[in-house]
């Protein structure tokens, strides 16, 4: 293997929530859950307009394939169903639920019955769990692996690369008990090697805590990982942590590994021990508008405007509202949005913070090219992509841009890179599917 | 609430500028800009205030001419200046000196699509318009510390013939010899270029690759001593740590960076031992701008993960 540097860059951690313990807020008035918080097929509703329903109540099942079943995070009724569109633009169903305030827990919770890999394979979907790192894959779909001696290393991610965003970090702290028994549950059904827990070295409070929740097990090791952005990158994280790559088109599996986030192992334990389905989020409230920054706990579903007000509200006029991280969160054209399977942050930046910078003309100073973890040539994106030559976006692989925005992070001309990148992976996209059909691939 | 702020991640950029950039290189250039003007009188200064003015004033004009977005505030027209006049005898006729600024501003940067679209090096094509155009001023050199312009046969022309007149090395290094205004001080320009590489704004890799193939080659062909005026003469410094470090117009990545100084250093040795010209600098580092798109479509690194095909 070629000597390969995993670049990336010192990015401001500003952790200010790293030591607040999230708190459960109280019910908000209703909540809106959209039926596709997770990559793949929709759910589809089992619930009608007027239906009572509980926490923890499903209230649509998995669709066909890549999809998980969506459920009730308040008690209350059905007010509605509602079109939307979600951070990553794509417009879904939500179901709008009238919270009765009592948060009254459903008769159906009930602790699944997992004897093999199979059951518990199900039980995850059953759980209605996706990578709460905020990718939002479908869980069930990553471990359903029917040979499981083919998984050699789990690895843990706690590496919360982006700033402000401590929720995956206050998982060690607050949620140890899951934790462990989220791991031993893995190490029963995959017999992996070794686990790895990868945390970034810039949180010694949380490298601490796992070190002392599994002091006793022998088959996992904390792995210390410099705090390097995107340190938590899927495939970066999978390099630093085992030095395996994850090949264009392939998936973790394919390398021996199993790649999932702390938080995402806390959420399958609890349904394991308790039968509660995933309906509640930590959420990382901060930003330079939001007054009183803190971790709190929300229904799936709770709108930006109902959490924020929990966190005190605002200290002045928000510029930016960001759902996610700073680095690839998405910004929000109003405070409607809910917070979702995936969300772990809700940003709001003031004026100063939340200003677009202007665009200028790049001055081929390679700081992109130098930076980029994967390699990739993000100038000569956007000038493929300005004239239009799919071929040319090929071969430069834009498909395995991850977004992450070191690119545009980096640029003294602050061009919007990470945007170009996009526009040109659709154009691929397109072009690769218009190619599909004309049956030339 | 306000209309909220709408646009694709990252949120958070990093605080480095163009014009930030920009003016690491010119804070770079002062320690040769003023060593020009104490080694060479007040007229050195005459001839930098000249040659900047124009080219922001052109840049300025031409954006305002072609309706393009103003952008002189990016200070890379006031680099392009500023090195220009380092590149020039102090005996310039200032109207020369103006017109050089023009057309390194208006022609080889403004005409080719402006800021990082230009393929030539402005300064450095300019420098060699000049010397087609005006080669008996620009090859007009004067002794230091003497307000008359007598013409001085530079270090580099000496080289090629008798070596008895060579200046000490010490002058070498502080830059009294004959030359262009800001090539001959080396101790201003190595402190200028390794400020520009400890800023992160060059990378060490060209001024190394460059100024070590001059040595190397120097040295095989005439021993020691001829390497070491050979690194001193003439514009290498000055090229090596300000032009063949151009980002617009030199090549991105490290390897290509190599790749970029070695041919640089090549070609330039072999203009100053066997051209009819004593000097190389400009002519190599114009010669590698050409072939830098090859270079950066060479060195292009398969992607981390990327299939081969």
Request: hydrophobic residues 45%; aromatic residues 6%; charged residues 20%.
């Amino acid at each position: 293997m070629a000597f390969l540097r995993m670049p990336g860059i010192k990015v401001p951690h500003r952790k200010h929530t790293a030591a607040m313990a999230p708190i459960r807020i109280p019910a908000p008035e209703e909540v809106c859950i959209p039926l596709s918080m997770h990559i793949g097929a929709p759910a589809v509703p089992t619930v009608k307009i007027n239906d009572k329903v509980k926490v923890g109540q499903v209230i649509a099942q998995a669709g066909n394939g890549l999809s998980v079943p969506v459920h009730a995070s308040v008690s209350g009724t059905v007010k509605r169903f509602e079109e939307m569109n979600t951070a990553s633009n794509k417009t879904v169903t939500a179901v709008v639920i009238q919270s009765d305030g009592l948060m009254e827990l459903s008769e159906d919770i009930a602790v699944p019955d997992v004897t093999d890999l199979e059951s518990f394979v199900d039980a995850v979907k059953q759980a209605g769990i996706v990578g709460l790192g905020g990718a939002a894959f479908p869980t069930w779909v990553k471990l359903n692996i029917k040979d499981a001696s083919k998984v050699e290393e789990i690895v843990l991610n706690g590496a919360e690369c982006e700033p402000y965003i401590t929720s995956d970090t206050r998982t060690f702290f607050d949620r140890g008990d899951e934790l462990v028994y989220g791991v031993e549950t893995l190490i029963k059904y995959y017999s992996p090697k070794k686990v790895i827990i990868a945390i970034e070295n810039n949180k010694q409070e949380a490298i601490k805590t796992a070190r002392k929740l599994f002091a006793g097990n022998d088959k996992v090791f904390v792995q210390v990982l410099p705090s390097v952005y995107p340190q938590g990158g899927e495939k970066v994280l999978i390099y630093s942590a085992t030095k395996k790559i994850v090949p264009e088109g392939k998936l973790p599996i394919d390398v021996g590994v199993i790649a999932i986030n702390v938080t995402t192992v806390a959420a399958i334990a609890r349904y394991l021990k308790t039968g509660q389905p995933l309906t509640e989020k930590c959420v990382t409230v901060d930003g330079s508008a939001v007054k009183e920054p803190k971790n709190l706990i929300v229904p799936i579903g709770t709108r930006i405007r109902d959490v924020i007000e929990n966190a005190g509200g605002y200290k002045c006029d928000p510029a930016k509202i960001i759902m996610g991280g700073p680095m690839m969160g998405h910004t929000m054209p109003d405070e409607n949005h809910p917070v979702m399977k995936g969300t772990n942050a809700i940003i709001a930046l003031d004026g100063r913070d939340g200003a677009v910078p202007e665009e200028t003309p790049c001055i081929n100073c390679g700081s992109c090219i130098q930076r980029c973890p994967l390699r990739l040539d993000p100038p000569g994106f956007g000038k493929a992509y300005e004239m239009k030559n799919p071929e040319e976006l090929e071969k430069l692989k834009v498909n395995l841009c991850m977004e992450c925005g070191v690119c545009a992070y980096v640029c003294p001309a602050k061009r919007h890179l990470v945007q170009r990148n996009r526009l040109a992976k659709n154009m691929l996209r397109e072009y690769k599917a218009k190619e599909g059909k004309n049956g030339k691939a | 609430m306000e209309k909220l702020n709408l646009s694709s991640s990252p949120h958070i950029r990093g605080k480095k500028t163009v014009s930030g950039i920009m003016l690491d290189v010119i804070v770079a250039l002062i320690p040769a800009a003023a060593a020009s003007v104490i080694i060479f009188g007040y007229r050195a200064a005459l001839v930098i205030c000249i040659c900047i003015s124009t080219a922001i004033l052109s840049e300025f004009f031409f954006q305002k001419i072609t309706k393009s977005k103003i952008l002189v505030n990016d200070l890379s027209a006031c680099v392009t200046g500023l090195l220009l006049a380092l590149n020039l005898p102090v005996s310039i006729p200032l109207w020369q000196a103006a017109l050089g600024s023009l057309f390194a501003v208006v022609v080889v940067k403004g005409m080719f699509g402006g800021i990082g679209k230009n393929f030539a090096n402005p300064a450095i094509t300019a420098r060699i318009m000049m010397l087609i155009a005006f080669t008996g001023t620009m090859t007009a050199y004067v002794t230091p510390f003497t307000d008359t312009l007598t013409s001085s046969a530079t270090p580099l022309a000496i080289l090629g013939s008798d070596t008895s007149a060579l200046p000490p090395l010490k002058d070498m290094l502080l830059g009294i010899r004959a030359g262009s205004m800001g090539e001959t001080c080396a101790v201003a320009l190595i402190i200028g270029g390794v400020y520009l590489i400890f800023r992160g704004v060059i990378s060490y890799v060209t001024p190394v690759s460059y100024i070590g193939t001059v040595f190397i080659l120097s040295l095989i062909y005439g021993g020691g001593e001829f390497a070491l005026y050979q690194v001193l003469s003439g514009g290498l410094l000055l090229g090596a740590f300000f032009m063949a470090t151009d980002y617009a117009t030199t090549p991105t990545r490290p390897l290509g960076k190599l790749i970029f100084g070695l041919g640089c250093g090549i070609i330039t040795a072999a203009i100053r031992f066997y051209g009819s010209n004593p000097e190389g600098v400009s002519y190599a580092i114009l010669l590698m701008n050409i072939i830098t798109p090859y270079i950066d479509k060479w060195t292009r690194p398969t992607p981390i993960g990327g299939s081969k095909k």
